[in-house]
T-cell receptor
Framework: DTAVSQTPKYLVTQMGNDKSIKCEQN?????MYWYKQDSKKFLKIMFS???????INETVPNRFSPKSPDKAHLNLHINSLELGDSAVYFC????????????FGPGTRLTVT | AQKVTQAQTEISVVEKEDVTLDCVYE???????LFWYKQPPSGELVFLIR??????QNEISGRYSWNFQKSTSSFNFTITASQVVDSAVYFC??????????????FGKGTKLSVIP
């Protein structure tokens, strides 16, 4: 059983398009996150959701919007894609209002051409 | 200011050598957590260890050991008798209270370890 899953694994699209990345966790965790890993492997948090409420919103462009239909899902929508959005996006989840260890999905490699 | 510093960008060792990955952190909180994650070439991120700020005991798990020293704000990771499968990027991370009152995980830039057979 996959604990944290993401789809798609690879996403190639053109500038200006709108795309979504889906994330699901079956761990029963109540907090989910999105991270961006750039070409230099630097990991930075983008968003986190706790009990369907946004509790961290880093200074990411408003073209990025997280949507959580329920506690087990946190999808990432990206509008008007730009070349600089090319990166690997990781979804993660953890339990509790304190940050326990986070479990990461396999990542989605987004390439904007 | 960088909150988690992994000064070693890349390290290469020969198989069976011991290797230590350094991590220095900066925080004003008295309660915080430190983590190590491994990212093998396949790309996934694997949790290795969590340590809270009140527990300075060193920890050993098989060939892995961690040395937490609050006095020097360091949380170093040692792999004994390294193996090729240890080749990966290793991230140190700090969890502390953010401005919103929740905990936020900040990663270091990672250390790429290459173990040569």
């Amino acid at each position: 059983d996959t604990a944290v899953s993401q789809t798609p694994k690879y996403l190639v699209t053109q500038m200006g398009n709108d795309k979504s990345i889906k994330c699901e966790q079956n761990l029963g965790h109540d907090t989910m996150y999105w991270y961006k890993q750039d070409s230099k492997k630097f990991l930075k948090i983008m968003f986190s959701y706790n009990n369907k409420e946004l509790i961290i919103n880093e200074t990411v462009p408003n073209r990025f919007s997280p949507k959580s239909p329920d506690k087990a899902h946190l999808n990432l929508h990206i509008n008007s894609l730009e070349l600089g959005d090319s990166a690997v996006y990781f979804c993660a989840s953890s339990q509790g209002d304190r940050v326990n260890e986070q479990y990461f999905g396999p990542g989605t490699r987004l390439t904007v051409t | 200011a960088q909150k988690v510093t992994q000064a070693q960008t890349e390290i290469s060792v020969v198989e069976k050598e011991d290797v230590t990955l350094d991590c220095v952190y900066e925080t004003r909180d008295t309660t915080y957590y430190l983590f190590w994650y491994k990212q093998p070439p396949s790309g996934e991120l694997v949790f290795l260890i969590r340590r809270n700020s009140f527990d300075e005991q060193n920890e050993i798990s098989g060939r892995y050991s961690w040395n937490f020293q609050k006095s020097t704000s360091s949380f170093n990771f040692t792999i004994t008798a390294s193996q090729v499968v240890d080749s990966a990027v290793y991230f140190c991370a700090l969890s502390e209270v953010s401005g919103a009152g929740s905990y936020q995980l900040t990663f270091g830039k990672g250390t790429k370890l290459s173990v040569i057979p």
